[in-house]
């Protein structure tokens, strides 16, 4: 279909090139395959490139570059990939607004990587009702992946609740007489973790969290939080905060003389956040981890951190080369490859969705070894093991085997 | 015990924070009879000042000392280029004039420094003072500073003439006018000394909540609540609220209702009160004659 506004650009581009000898641009490629010429499949996103979130920007950044590159390469399929990534301020309202512009107005093939829970919870029924696939949703939230009520959503991280479950086995099998207290965040994600923890431990188990505290995003500080929970005489202490918070109650746990094993939950154990709460402090935390940490010494022969560095610094700049979403972004941006390897010429939205949900141990380069992407049409957790690692003062010691939560 | 106590002298050390924003508010209030919500993003672009100082190699206290008179100056020019056109403007413009500052400036660091925390150092030594396990240095630090800059600010407003003029311009324009004082470079010295003390809040926050665009937010809002509580025209009221706001904050937190509804009823019972003393519990009643 030729939509109003392919028209009008057809009528001004054919105005500026009267004479020109420009041929008419390729309308869509077939009915049937949205967003799908003969050279080019044009795809979706909305980013958090401004407001409170907008660290993550860099997600949309390196996808781009990465589609830069392997277009300069030639495209998949001969067809170049045109990602049109626009700004949501992590905000649902304004995430929709896009979503519709990009379906209806630029007839993207499908949503690839939007990011936040709250924002792809949102634009979820709009796509699920058009029947555009929204591809490896930039969140870890569980219910994400519902293929009974939202068969066209997939997410993509590790869920916080398989995370929480890791950390709960881990406790189990260390230090079975634990005594838990957990700081989570009121909401999505900090809720995740809690059940998460749960699940792990067990129905039997659960009388060895004995304290759990909450805190909302809109609070300056945590410490009065760490303090009740350090007065419940826990040993073992959940910090499933985001950021700027869990930097505070990392330092806070310390500072308080509280000799508890401390987990940190993966969204914030990046380096420049230990860094801040100090790199002392944050001795012997514990996290969970499935990408490599390209500032770790163990990966500088590793070949998939290689070209990531390389890629960095051809594409973006190499400031972006320790930033652990970054790293993500190129993992993610891996997997839509193979996606839209196995489509083939058949770039219609089904096929698209098909495919994804039939990824078979794809092994990613930047991921740790023996973490790959497997989905199935009622498997909708692409990734689902992780692997621990300690704080050991300047980087994180990978211990332990594969967990799947 | 010690949980509680700690609770209790961790809501101080907060409460000195909020202290020195409501100073701040005050300042404004005094010279201006305005409150602005501003003042919060206003700090927070000072204090990513001292932090580009002191990476850049500056001494702690030379970059506070610069950046409280770069505040300073700072806070002038905004009052000269743009608050003084909307000086004859109502009351809602210059509101609008407030809140679009606060986005510009949150924005404008953001683009600048970007959105990730970033570690401010304290200015206090690592180890507790007297050897006292309830309180870091830097908290007991922050208590001390609240309490010299609220005598620095009392003593300008009371012993010096240039205090004297501030009250005299802010209370009657016109007969200051008559005597001789220039009563628009008074509003202007009000802003200047506002940001100045705002910067110090800054800094004395940044070392708890970390360094980021939004850091001050929330920090605002409660050092808004400090100065009503207190009395927005109080500086010894302002503090006084500070701490009682960062003190109950933390006690109704862990001990009434639990955190999730710790902040609406600390606010709750701030209405509470001033609905009983609508000036704030150290402020003072005005009545105006008709």
Not at chain 1, 291 to 311: L, R
Not at chain 2, 32 to 51: I, P
Request: net charge neutral; proline share 4%; hydrophobic share 50%.
């Amino acid at each position: 279909m030729v939509t109003r506004r392919e028209l009008l650009e057809y009528a001004s581009l054919s105005a500026v090139a009267a004479g020109a000898g420009l041929a008419a641009r390729p309308l869509a490629f077939g009915a049937d395959m949205p967003g799908v010429t003969a050279t080019e499949i044009k795809i979706g996103q909305t980013m958090a490139y401004s407001g409170p979130a907008s660290a993550y920007g860099v997600v949309g950044r390196v996808e781009a570059a990465y589609f830069k590159m392997i277009n300069e390469q030639g495209g998949i399929n001969g067809r170049k990939i045109n990602l049109i990534s626009l700004d949501d301020g992590y905000s649902p309202p304004k995430a929709v607004e896009q979503v519709r512009r990009l379906v209806e107005q630029d007839n993207v093939a499908f949503i690839f990587q939007s990011l936040g829970t709250p924002s792809n919870v949102a634009i979820r029924p709009y796509l699920n009702a058009h029947k555009v696939p929204q591809l490896f949703s930039a969140t870890g939230a569980s219910l994400l992946g519902d293929p009974k009520h939202f068969p066209w959503t997939m997410g993509v991280n590790p869920t916080y609740r398989t995370e929480g479950a890791i950390y709960g086995k881990h406790i189990l099998a260390t230090k079975p007489d634990a005594k838990i207290a957990v700081l989570y965040q009121n909401d999505d994600l900090g809720r995740d973790y809690l059940s998460g923890l749960k699940d792990g431990l067990g129905e039997k188990n659960l009388g060895m969290i004995v304290k759990e505290v909450s805190y909302e995003v809109s609070e300056p500080t945590i410490d009065s939080q760490v303090v009740t929970l350090q007065g419940s005489g826990a040993d073992v202490f959940l910090i499933a905060a985001t950021p700027k918070f869990g930097a505070q109650a990392v330092r806070k746990s310390f500072d308080l003389g509280w000799k508890a094993v401390r987990y940190i939950v993966n969204v914030t154990a990046s380096f420049t956040i230990l860094k801040a709460a100090g790199l002392e402090k944050s001795h012997d935390l514990i996290t969970a981890s499935y990408a490599k940490d390209p500032t770790d010494k163990i990966w500088s022969n590793d070949e998939g951190v290689k070209q990531w560095t390389a890629f960095c610094q051809k594409y973006m700049s190499a400031s972006v080369i320790p930033d652990a979403n970054a790293v993500y972004a190129y993992g993610v941006a891996q997997v839509l490859m193979q996606v839209l390897k196995q489509c083939g010429n058949d770039l219609s939205r089904e096929n698209v969705m098909k495919q994804a949900t039939s990824l078979k141990d794809v092994p990613v380069s930047v991921f740790l070894p023996g973490i790959t992407v497997s989905t199935s049409p009622d498997n909708y957790y692409p990734i689902r093991k992780m692997q621990l690692q300690r704080f050991d003062g300047e980087n994180w010691k990978l211990f332990g085997d594969l967990i799947s939560g | 015990m010690s949980t509680f106590a700690h609770q209790f002298f961790s809501g101080l050390a907060m409460g000195g924070v909020y202290a020195i924003l409501a100073l701040a508010l005050v300042m404004i209030y005094q010279a201006t009879h305005l409150v602005n919500f501003a003042q919060g993003e206003m700090a927070m672009f000072a204090t990513y000042m001292a932090w580009n100082m002191m990476d850049s190699g500056l001494p702690y206290w030379a970059a506070f000392g610069l950046t409280v008179v770069l505040s300073f100056a700072a806070g002038v020019i905004i009052e000269r280029v743009i608050v003084r056109p909307f000086a004859k403007a109502p009351v809602l413009s210059m509101v609008i004039v407030f809140i679009g500052m606060v986005f510009i400036f949150n924005s404008v660091v953001g683009w600048i420094y970007g959105y990730e925390i970033k570690d401010f150092r304290s200015p206090f030594p690592e180890k507790a003072w007297f050897g006292n396990t309830l309180m870091s240095s830097h908290e007991s630090g922050v208590i001390v500073v609240t309490f010299l800059v609220l005598a620095l600010v009392y003593g300008f407003f009371r012993f010096t003439p240039l205090g004297l003029a501030m009250r005299a311009a802010a209370q009657n324009p016109a007969s200051s006018r008559l005597v001789g004082i220039k009563v628009g470079w008074m509003l202007a010295l009000g802003w200047g000394l506002a940001a100045a003390i705002g910067s110090i809040a800054g800094m004395m926050a940044a070392p708890v909540v970390y360094l980021d665009p939004n850091m001050m937010s929330s920090l605002l809002l409660y050092g808004f609540a400090a100065a009503v509580l207190g009395g927005i025209d109080n500086p010894w009221g302002a503090v006084a609220g500070g701490f009682i706001v960062g003190v109950m904050q933390n006690l109704v937190g862990a001990y009434l209702v639990g955190t999730q509804i710790q902040l609406s009823v600390a606010l709750v019972i701030i209405i509470g009160v001033l609905v009983m003393k609508p000036s704030g519990l150290f402020g003072r009643v005005i009545v105006t004659r008709v």
